[in-house]
């Protein structure tokens, strides 16, 4: 069997190729065994470097000089961009040059290939991973979403088909009514009939008597009453009813039954991002980082809140609701059902929007689904500001008594009052002012934006309070602001709790600090 052949077989010298490996030429990337050696390096024994093979080394391999054969390059001329050798260098082409030795450059380009490299396979590689799962999740939930949208249309055509059922009931009996009615009408003119008839006969058979009789006082006594029941009664006309249908119209009727949108599809040039490599601690921006701008169109800018990281829902001292990508373009609107602006947005985690209205008297906070309004909470004295939607789905309300006296947040569970915060002087936050903006944390605590103490309060699940931060804070939006100034607000808005609530963790939870 030829050895040379075998796949277990051993590692050969390069030049006899039968002999066993024994060194290494560095130079020329050789493997050797010892009698081959001499042979090797008989062309120019300097340049060559004989090591054990165990000690073999990699050794750069410059590229032979096209005018000097005998030389190798070794730099770099930087103004003409071109390798050279150093015979090169001393002629007059690049008499004054500056170079740069290609080892450097080498060991440059190889550090950039190691970062592309770790850069290909930490970051670039898995966010094309990421967004091929997330492209296959989405085509594997296509015919769950869409039979969702299905469910809805049938469970709404139920809904059509109960009410039509309903009025089809209604019409039915209100026929029986009218039968009912019709009916009585005639039997009573019917029984009048029958009485005068009643009467005929009877005075029939008085004059067959009379006429037979031969008394003379009977046929004197006699009386006509033909003049009497010659007078026929009024005749009674009763018309049916009549059944003006409405004719099936189609378009008309899926005009009223209500409609699909159209498929929204955009091109977002930047709308994926590469995955940040991952590191054991969170860095914290100095500064927040612009992602875009957003011209909400709002004189006043109010509340917002993000439906996920592409969408976000604005709103102002107007009439409407907005819903914004985040390249600013506008997605939906929602109107509302009075005409008082929304004092506070937020949104659930089935996507449905939260916000609430009011004014001295009666208050209500609404929810919106499928694009149906709906009243969820009702109150009376006090006026909700403020929403949060927690991790667990409870309604966090920051509110205000009528008389703008005292304030308090409330948790509610549905539609139930499931917990009361409310602070005093002593121990915990206090102040009227009707604007608190409320969040929860990654802690489960609360976090409120007391404008008037100039603090933000954190207090835990229970309400007992942890701690109030009242150090520097970037700019904060204030009200009224104008239009020009919102562009920038809003990145604020979106980009405050990145820097700010971290900071909380990082300064006070962690630390332990209660202050």
Not at 19 to 30: E, N, P, S, T, Y
Not at 119 to 127: A, F, K, S
Not at 248 to 256: N, P
Not at 447 to 468: H, L, P, S
């Amino acid at each position: 069997m030829d050895t040379r052949l075998s796949a277990q077989d051993v590692v050969r010298c390069d030049l006899c190729e039968t002999a066993i490996i024994q060194m290494h030429c560095d130079f020329c990337h050789v493997k050797l065994c010892k009698p081959c050696i001499g042979d090797h390096i008989a062309d120019d024994y300097n340049k060559h470097q004989i090591v054990p093979f165990q000690q073999k080394k990699s050794t750069l391999i410059y590229p032979k000089c096209a005018t000097h054969q005998t030389k190798l390059y070794d730099l770099q001329c930087k103004e003409c961009n071109f390798p050279v050798c150093s015979l090169c260098s001393a002629t007059e082409q690049h008499e004054g040059h500056k170079y740069l030795v290609l080892a450097e450059i080498y060991d440059s380009k190889k550090n950039d290939i190691a970062k592309d490299t770790e850069e290909l396979q930490n970051i670039i590689y898995p966010t094309y991973k990421e967004i091929s799962n997330d492209l296959e999740t989405q085509i594997t939930n296509l015919d769950e979403e869409y039979e969702k949208l299905t469910t809805a249309v049938t469970e709404h055509g139920k809904q059509w088909h109960r009410e039509i059922d309903n009025v089809i009931n209604t019409m039915k009996k209100e026929i029986g009514d009218l039968k009912e009615k019709h009916f009585d009408i005639m039997k009573k003119h019917a029984e009048e009939v029958i009485q005068i008839q009643t009467l005929i006969d009877q005075t029939l058979l008085n004059l067959k008597e009379i006429e037979e009789s031969n008394e003379v006082s009977m046929k004197m006594k006699y009386s006509s009453r033909n003049k009497e029941f010659s007078k026929l009664s009024p005749k009674v006309k009763v018309s049916l009813p009549i059944f003006n249908a409405k004719p099936a119209d189609r378009e008309q009727l899926k005009k009223f039954f209500g409609s699909l949108a159209s498929l929204y599809t955009s091109t977002e040039e930047n709308g994926y991002k590469l995955k940040k490599p991952e590191t054991t601690t969170r860095e914290l921006l100095e500064e927040p980082e612009l992602i875009t701008t957003i011209d909400t169109g709002y004189e006043i800018l109010r509340s917002v809140t993000c439906l996920s990281e592409e969408e976000i829902w604005t709103s102002g001292e107007a009439s409407d609701m907005k819903c914004f990508n985040i390249q600013g373009s506008l997605f939906k609107t929602i109107g509302r059902i009075s005409g008082i602006f929304p004092n506070g947005i937020a949104v659930t985690g089935d996507g449905d929007l939260v916000y609430s209205e009011g004014k001295k008297g009666t208050s209500t906070v609404y929810k919106v689904t499928n694009g149906q309004t709906k009243k969820m909470i009702r109150l009376r004295g006090w006026i909700p500001s403020q929403l949060c939607v927690t991790s667990s789905g409870d309604l966090l309300v920051t509110m205000y008594n009528d008389d703008e006296t005292r304030s308090k947040v409330v948790r509610f569970s549905g539609i139930m009052e499931k917990q009361t915060i409310q602070f005093d002087k002593e121990g915990k936050y206090s102040g009227n002012h009707i604007i608190k903006y409320i969040s929860e944390n990654r802690n489960l605590d609360i976090c409120v934006a007391d404008c008037e103490v100039g603090a933000i309060v954190v207090v835990n699940q229970a309400g007992k309070i942890r701690f109030r931060y009242t150090g520097h804070l970037p700019t904060i939006f204030t009200f009224p602001m104008s239009l020009s100034e919102i562009k920038l607000q809003i990145v604020n808005v979106l980009y405050f709790p990145i820097n700010v609530l971290a900071r909380f963790q990082k300064n006070h939870v962690e630390g332990g600090t209660n202050s």
